[in-house]
């Protein structure tokens, strides 16, 4: 059975918790993101959590993260969060990313990939919107 759920870090679930459960109906995504269950990576919230289908992981999300992809569920997604990537790439757990890249130049800002382990990427897909963002669907490659 494939089964997928989500991953989010502390402000990205703050965030979401905050506009998808209160956005006018009907909205697929919201539909969407309000079913599948989530997993939020802090130390600093604790649980009951105030969207519906949504978990606490305490500790060192790493080892939590790891644990779900070898027990719990097929496909994780993340939306966001920056420090969760960061720590989970640290372990290797990344096997693909989706980025959208925007025709903007901000100069300065919060990276994604600080400090991580060199991996190595395949192009596997790619879309280009009427807006200009590219949308690049990448898989990790086994050999480098």
Known sequence: MHRVVALAGRVT???????????????????VLSRVETFVGSNA????LPWQNSRLLKGDVATRVAGLREHHANTLV????RVLV????????IDGCVLQIHPVVLG???????????TKLKLIDSLNTATGVIIATYQRRETI
Request: hydrophobic letters at 35%; glycine letters at 6%; a neutral charge.
């Open 13 to 31: 679930y703050e965030h979401f918790a905050r506009i998808w459960p209160n956005t006018p109906k009907p909205n697929p995504f919201t539909d």
């Open 45 to 48: 919230l604790t649980e009951p």
């Open 78 to 81: 993340i939306f966001g969060s």
């Open 86 to 93: 960061q720590s989970i790439m640290q372990g290797n757990l």
């Open 108 to 118: 300065r800002g919060h990276r994604l990939f600080v400090d991580v382990p060199f």
